[in-house]
């Protein structure tokens, strides 16, 4: 969420910086804002208080994030594909964890020839 405080003609994002100009105009100094209605706290101290929700990230962002997660998830499971190349277990054991992997695995393929693209188009 996205914070902006508009007081005395300036816009602040942060509480700290709003709390300080109230002070150097005003020498106001007053408690934190409540969690609920700080509009209404905000106001009787001269501040118009709006949040906006935060902007959808890049697509590039959101597949690279993807990826991370799902190299992260290759790596929780090398045990099995590590039991099977040691002998301790076989591939009909961990057959739905390869599956998995085999999928997950195709998905970090598509993801990261899709940002090599972008990459190569700029």
Known sequence: MIKKYFYNENIYRSE??????????????FGKEPEENKTEFWEKLGV???????????????ALREVRELKAKLSETDYAVIKIAEGA?????YSEVITQRESWRA???ELEAQLAEEENAQ
Do not use: G, M
Not at 16 to 29: D, L, N
Not at 48 to 62: C, G, N, S
Not at 89 to 93: I, K, P, Q, S, V
């Open 89 to 93: 277990a076989n591939t009909e054991e």
């Open 107 to 109: 998905r970090i393929n």
């Open 48 to 62: 118009i208080y709006t949040e906006e929700p935060d902007p959808e990230p890049p697509q590039r962002v959101l």
């Open 16 to 29: 700290y910086h709003v709390r300080q100009a109230i002070w150097k105009q005003e020498r106001k100094a």
